[in-house]
């Protein structure tokens, strides 16, 4: 791939004595959409969260846009990045989290604006409206003024996407945004992905259970597997003829 | 005669309702030192708290020490503490501020804990989404953490403040005319110990069980998931 957006170079993640990532290679395309399944457990979330800067590495390097994440140049080579160069690297990417993470104190508008104007520096009108924008295309115009426990659970994830949207990010992350949902309300959040994914040129990269999606927006579906990517290639290829057993297996336990 | 009050012996009755008013002057310094060494405890509580948390050892350390010595000693020796030793110094302070200085510095050490708790009781899911946001420490801190923490923390709040009110007659070994204090010295006059004592007995009931009442309503008022941003 030339000119990739995210980059893991044997990237190694370990938790106490536990390595979670094994010398990861990965790499996402400008524009690409991504999915990212495999059995729980295996990596998938934190390849997320290190993007993310929620957690850091043990080895390797991490790239995002031609720049270490986790390191900074000094004058002998890569040394361990300063919170400020992860300040810069982290207004490139924006979550979208499982359990939508969103403030409860905050009404779903302020949920939206308070990074745009604190982090960004917009003015409060200028934030205003581009929330506006933004629950409009998340479908969520009339619930402005609402705090989070007052609305559903897809609703609460909507604003949640709206919120990263609104940090305008180059590359977005999901880590699994509909498996916190009640099945009913699955398909409205699911909507609103696949219509940002269709519509607009940001880097997405998801992890999901929902298979029918994956195959549908991404470009390249990866199959995780204790910390490595075991199989990847276009959802077509790797959902209706994946070359490794252990794709089979997952696929087969997850479709049926 | 009390405060310019003369009392009244010639019925229980009447020397109750005769020495109502010298006692609502010792409550009312009840009450005053109560809200101040409140006020004490909450502050410098959230200082330690502060302190405790900080990430160099230097600071937290001597700070967890001194909490927990605060801690681990009577109110009296630190009351004593203040009173005798500090004019040695040259610090002289009345009474009545030594007093409510000691109350205060001996439930900071309670608070802090109650600031601490409340603030670590604030989901980790939280820090992630504001780091995320990059939002800055500070304006996490105070924004996201403080907000939501607040709800956590006036319950157990509103307990100490029921215990300072409950230990402000200690201060009556400094001399400071507190509310059991008036009731002592005027029974000492009178000879009559039991009216005087339940009736401070029935005024501490009155006002602890106001102050809790207080502290509900606020504790209802708040909304558990935090001071509401608009
Ligand atoms: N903070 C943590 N401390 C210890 N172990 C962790 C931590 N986070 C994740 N793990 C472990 O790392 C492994 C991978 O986790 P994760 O990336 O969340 O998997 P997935 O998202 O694929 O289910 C799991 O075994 C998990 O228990
Ligand atoms: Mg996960």
Redesign the interface.
């Known amino acids: 791939m030339n000119d990739p957006i995210i980059k893991f170079d044997k990237v190694i993640k370990r938790f106490g004595d536990l390595t979670v990532l094994d010398e990861l290679d990965f790499e996402v395309g400008r524009g690409e959409k991504v999915s990212i399944i495999g059995p729980s457990g295996s990596g998938k979330s934190t390849v997320l969260r290190i993007l ?3 957690e850091g590495i043990e080895g390797g390097v991490v790239t995002v846009n031609g720049e270490p994440l986790w390191h900074e140049q000094g004058p002998d080579g890569l040394k361990p990045a300063s919170e400020a160069h992860l ?1 810069k690297m ?2 490139q ?3 979208v ?1 499982q ?1 939508f ?7 779903v ?2 949920n939206i604006t ?2 745009p104007v ?2 960004l520096g917009l003015s409060k009108a200028e934030a205003r409206e581009r929330a506006e924008e933004l629950l409009e295309l998340v479908g969520l115009a009339d619930q402005a ?1 609402k ?3 007052q609305l559903s659970g897809g609703q609460q994830q909507r604003v949640g996407i709206a ?2 949207l609104a ?1 305008r990010p180059n590359v977005l992350l999901f880590d699994e945004p509909t498996s916190a949902l009640d099945p009913e309300l699955v398909g409205e959040v699911l909507t609103v992905i696949g219509r940002l994914a269709e519509e607009h040129d940001l880097t997405m990269l998801l992890v999901t259970h929902e298979m029918r999606f994956a195959r549908e927006i991404s470009d390249r579906v990866c199959f995780f597997d204790q910390g490595q990517i075991r199989e990847e290639g276009a959802p077509e290829e790797l959902f209706t003829d994946p070359k490794e057993d252990r794709t089979r297996e997952f696929l087969k336990a997850v479709l049926d | 005669m009390l405060f310019g009050f003369e009392w009244d012996l010639s019925s229980p009755a009447t020397y109750a309702a005769s020495i109502l008013p010298i006692l609502l002057i010792g409550m009312w310094v009840t009450i005053q030192a109560t809200v101040i060494g409140f006020a004490v405890a909450l502050a410098l509580g959230l200082i330690w708290a502060v302190l405790k948390a900080a990430p160099f050892r230097v600071i937290s350390w001597p700070a967890s020490l001194m909490t927990e010595f605060i801690r681990d000693t009577p109110l009296l020796v630190q009351l004593f503490f203040l009173y005798y030793v500090l004019p040695e110094y040259g610090i002289v302070l009345p009474a009545f501020m030594t007093g409510t200085l000691a109350l205060g510095i001996q439930y900071s050490a309670y608070t802090s804990e109650v600031y601490r708790a409340g603030i670590e009781a604030v989901a980790k ?2 820090h ?2 504001a ?6 420490a500070s ?1 996490t801190f105070t ?2 953490v403080v ?2 923490a607040v709800p956590r923390i006036v319950p157990a709040m509103g307990n100490y403040l029921v215990s300072i009110m409950k230990d402000v007659p200690v201060l009556s070994v400094v001399t400071v005319l507190e509310m059991l204090n008036v009731a002592k010295i005027v029974g000492d006059r009178t000879f009559n110990y039991l009216v005087p004592l339940s009736m401070v007995g029935g005024l501490y009931l009155v006002m602890t069980l106001v102050a809790s009442a207080g502290v509900r309503l606020l504790d209802g008022w708040l ?1 558990k ?6």
Not at chain 1, 101 to 107: A, G
Not at chain 2, 131 to 136: T, V
């Open positions: 993310m800067t929620l300040r982290r207004a990417l924006g979550m989290f359990q993470n969103l403030f409860p104190h905050m009404t508008l302020r308070e990074a604190k982090v003024q705090y989070p426990h919120r990263a940090m | 899911d939280q992630e989404a780091r995320a946001l990059n939002l800055s304006r924004h996201i907000p939501q909304p998931q935090g001071i509401p941003l608009k």
